[in-house]
């Protein structure tokens, strides 16, 4: 059994050279020999018939090698989608929102592509669009989809609502138990309110890019996916390929915060290189990343009921999502929205319903911990405005209804893998609730790690080092250096003695994804299982060396000798050699309940806001990252401290605004993500490391929980200081200011009432 | 349609190095640096507001987005491939970046540390306020910015030790 030795610590990051020399190359940092380019023609309006696409004029300029339209691809499909396929790389016969692809022109170079883009003519008959979701449910409402996309079927993706769907309803969600009406007869206090929370770009600073080339009869991609394995799914079916002849090939990537989950920019480079017989490369700029995907918007109407002690009975939860014209990952939110919008606390009865519609704007998909940032806000609000109108702690409120340690927030599903009550305990004292003004503070748990398949290859090298080849991607989290230091402790060598390949198809072993924080918990797992492997197989061969032989750090005892791996493999050899272990866990024994693990959120903010304009400031930042066993304790901060501020962003300022059916901020001017200055003046990263996870040395996830709760915080800290509750993010200073209005008129009208 | 390109000879010096290059009149020095194989300083914006295409020129920190080639002429580029010789005499920002962690996806900090870079010749003791003020322009999506303002402010003693 492996022990922890370069795990626990924080060890470099592996690629730390190379990032801060420029050494370090990304997909649009790639030079392929002889690549065109590809820039995409976008519809100028929201919804549309295509009448005609005239490509006459951009055929004819001198480096323009072709026009590429869904039309002309025949008999392709272009369309792509993981659980509908559904997504047109190049819309047919009619475009579904702003910005959508009509056509790839293919030049030699950027420019000529350019210039060509703009002389390309589309003919369009307009159709009335719909951009608000839940006119987009309504019985009259304008069709995008004449008819249902349907389901891929794939296991994974078994539970997003895809039964009995109609109209634009893209997922329908529902759960609960109990006999809720009943519960909310019986209350003391029923907390009711609309929520909201805005559409997001989770702005990954590399945009989308990808290169693809046809070869030898097989297709490689470079791009910037965050699920290299995923996208070789989607273009083999596209193109008719084996998967064994679809390579894609993920270099550093350049920010991905689920935004490069799926496929995205790499069917359009596909479809260029297949047209023109060339390389092609397909780089976006920042506002046409913006219109590939964002997150899902959702507007949460809540009911919560009380009994006058605190204790939570019942939760009534009516969501609608607004998820965009395709379906992307939309539905996968959407069912996690809905199991992560009440807990995580006890409750007799609840009642979910959380539907996904189709409108005619930029398709939704994942971002950062996405469904539980968008149902948090309502379920933690919810709590604050009952302690308040009970007079009970918010603190104390929250510690009466919690789960505890194993007790189930989903029945059925995995017991929380985590002692809530103590990381409440530690945020509010780093906080100093109770003594400061403007504290606000969340509580959340996630059902992460997604489907639990993931693969690992280990080879034990002639001289005892090792490398490994696996396919979970390196966005910056530093799953290099994390998966590294198990690897070395997996095999009992020193941290220098390893290497890890990541993410190209053509080589490394099979990963489902890198996303819902799983990386550390299951390829940690399987990398383990297979060092195990290859050490059975040193053994073996030892065994053919010798009389006895034991397992040992780093090698064998055999016949009373210490063998190191290198001994081992040359003397069976006689000459050259390695040893190859592998293994994979799979939805079966220990990791047959899903989820995998809980995924904690606690964190919270001590803020204060000048009246007068409304500007709301982030005095302090307190996460508790409840991970388990920290493998690398300062990338464990780091991917803290990055979530919060991510998602402070959605609660100060980030959203994306349609005026009327386009969009009015594509651009990181009008779209404000934070920046240094936001930066709050005292920041308090703890970790609760309790070795409670399913993962290596009992580590669990982390990198989405520190900022699922923290729209709800700062709002509570608002609230509290305005004496009213915002329901709606992000709290410009606009907001805040009339939010501050109204409190102050109302205080006025009571005191003369 | 046609269209007509025209270009200019341009002579300037790219980390340390005299170039003469035949430029586009219309080509931005980002594209000009990236096609030298220069890769270190990013596109991404494109509207001078993230800092990730940050270069020195004559010192002074430019986005390389915005700034055409020809502006090299009769001038000096340096970009964050020209800061170090080898890994083992990294420059004090490289350094302290390294030291601290400041970076995770890696993808903004070329523009950061030319940033930071610029600030401490112009300014040797910056306090913690002027780091900031000096940084608003370089945006990072992954960290939370702490351990950038941290690692500058320890460039800064290392420089002035050094």
């Known amino acids: ?753 | 349609m046609t269209a007509t390109t025209t270009t200019t000879r341009v002579t300037g010096v790219i980390n340390g190095r005299e170039r003469t290059l035949e430029v586009d009149n219309a080509a931005l020095l980002l594209d000009v640096l990236r096609d030298l194989g220069l890769t270190g300083a990013k596109p991404s914006c494109e509207m001078e507001v993230c800092g990730a295409c940050t270069v020195q020129l004559d010192g002074l920190p430019v986005s390389a987005c915005t700034t055409l080639a020809v502006e090299l002429d009769g001038r000096t580029v340096e970009t964050v491939e020209g800061l170090a010789r080898s890994d083992d005499a990294l420059h004090p920002v490289q350094q302290a970046f390294l030291a601290r962690s400041a970076f995770q996806c890696g993808f903004c900090t070329p523009g950061m540390i030319m940033s930071a870079k610029a600030l401490l010749e112009a300014n040797p003791s910056p306090s913690r306020d002027e780091v900031v003020h000096w940084l608003e322009g370089s945006i990072c999506r992954c960290t939370g910015y702490e351990s950038i303002v941290e690692a500058v402010l320890e460039a800064a003693e290392a420089m002035r030790d050094g």
């Open chain 1, 1 to 753: 059994m492996a022990e922890p030795r370069s795990s626990g610590t924080s060890v470099p990051r592996l690629d730390g050279p190379a990032k801060v020399t420029g050494r370090a190359k990304y997909a649009v940092d790639l030079d392929v020999p002889g690549a065109a380019h590809g820039v995409a023609v976008r519809a100028d309006r929201a919804h549309a018939r295509i009448l005609e696409i005239d490509a006459s004029e951009a055929t004819a300029l001198p480096d323009v090698l072709a026009v590429v339209t869904a039309a002309s691809l025949a008999p392709i499909d272009v369309r792509f989608g993981h659980i509908s396929r559904d997504h047109p790389a190049l819309a047919v016969d009619k475009v579904r929102y702003a910005g959508e692809p009509v056509a790839l022109v293919v030049a030699e170079t950027r420019r000529a592509a350019e210039r060509g883009a703009r002389l390309v003519r589309v003919r369009y008959e307009d159709l009335p669009a719909v951009i608000d979701a839940e006119e987009a449910l309504a019985d009259d409402a304008p069709l995008l989809h004449e008819t249902h996309p349907g389901r891929t079927g794939d296991e994974g993706f078994h539970n997003t609502g895809g039964t009995r769907l109609a109209g634009n309803l893209c997922a329908e969600n529902t759960l609960g138990w109990g006999d809720v009406d009943a519960a909310f007869e019986a209350a003391d206090l029923v907390v009711e309110g609309e929520y909201r929370y805005p559409m997001l770009y989770g702005y990954a600073m590399e945009p989308y890019n990808a290169t693809a080339l046809f070869e030898e009869g097989a297709l490689t991609v470079y791009s910037t996916a965050q699920h290299p394995y995923m996208v070789r799914d989607d273009l083999a079916l596209m193109f008719g390929l084996p998967l064994a002849r679809v390579r894609v090939v993920v270099p550093y990537v350049g920010g991905g915060y689920g935004t490069k989950s799926y496929t995205k920019v790499e069917p359009l480079a596909a479809l260029g290189a297949y047209a023109t017989g060339r390389p092609v490369r397909v780089a976006l700029s920042v506002e046409e990343a913006i219109y590939t995907t964002r997150s899902d918007g959702a507007v949460v109407r809540a009911r919560s009921a009380f009994a006058s002690d605190g204790t939570l009975l019942a939760r009534d939860m009516d969501i609608v999502m607004n998820s965009g014209a395709y379906s992307d990952n939309s539905p996968l939110v959407c069912a996690k929205l809905a199991n992560r919008c009440f807990g995580p606390y006890r409750m007799q009865a609840l009642r979910v319903r959380c539907r996904s519609a189709f409108t005619n704007t930029t398709p939704a998909s994942s971002l950062r911990g996405f469904g539980a940032p968008q149902g948090n806000l309502a379920s933690e609000l919810q709590l604050d405005e009952a302690a308040d109108r009970l007079g009970i702690d918010a603190r104390e409120l929250r510690l009466r209804n919690l789960v505890r340690p194993g007790e189930q927030i989903l029945p059925g599903k995995r017991g929380v893998d985590a002692d809530l009550a103590e990381d409440l305990r530690l945020l509010t004292e780093s906080l100093g609730w109770g003594e400061r003004e403007g504290v606000g503070f969340g509580i959340s748990a996630s059902d992460a790690g997604a489907h639990p398949t993931s693969t690992a290859l280990v080879r034990i090298h002639g001289d005892g080092s090792a490398s490994c080849a696996l396919g979970a991607t390196e966005l910056g989290q530093g799953s290099r250096t994390v998966l590294s230091q198990i690897l070395a402790d997996g095999l009992g060598l020193p941290f220098e003695q390893v290497a890890i390949v990541q993410s190209d198809t053509g080589v490394v072993a099979y990963e489902r994804t890198t996303g819902a924080s799983r990386t550390t918990t299951l390829v940690g797992r399987s990398l383990l299982a297979a060092c195990d492997d290859a050490r059975r197989k040193i053994r073996e061969l030892a065994s053919e060396l010798a009389t006895e032989v034991e397992d040992a750090p780093g090698g064998v005892v055999a016949d009373g000798e210490h063998l190191g791996y290198g001994d081992v493999i040359r003397r069976w050899f006689g000459s050259g050699g390695e040893v190859v272990g592998s293994a994979a866990i799979r939805k079966h024994g220990e990791f047959e309940q899903l989820p995998p693990f809980w995924e904690i959120g606690a964190s919270g903010v001590v803020a204060s806001v000048d009246e007068e304009t409304g500007r709301v400031t982030v005095e302090q930042l307190t996460t508790v990252g409840d991970v388990g066993f920290a493998i690398n304790p300062a990338l464990v901060h780091g991917q803290d401290l990055g979530a919060a501020t991510m998602c402070l962003g959605a609660a100060l300022s980030e959203e994306l605004v349609y005026d009327g059916s386009t969009l009015s901020n594509p651009n990181v001017v009008e779209y404000r993500v934070p920046r240094v200055g936001d930066l709050p003046h005292r920041v308090d990263q703890i970790l609760a490391e309790r070795r409670d996870g399913i993962g290596p040395f009992g580590a669990k996830g982390g990198g989405e929980g520190a900022g699922n709760p923290v729209g709800a915080a700062v709002a509570a800290a608002v609230g509290r200081l305005l004496g009213r509750y915002p329901r709606r993010l992000p709290l410009t200073p606009e907001r805040v200011w009339r939010l501050a209005q109204e409190a102050e008129q109302r205080e006025t009208e009571t005191v003369r009432g």
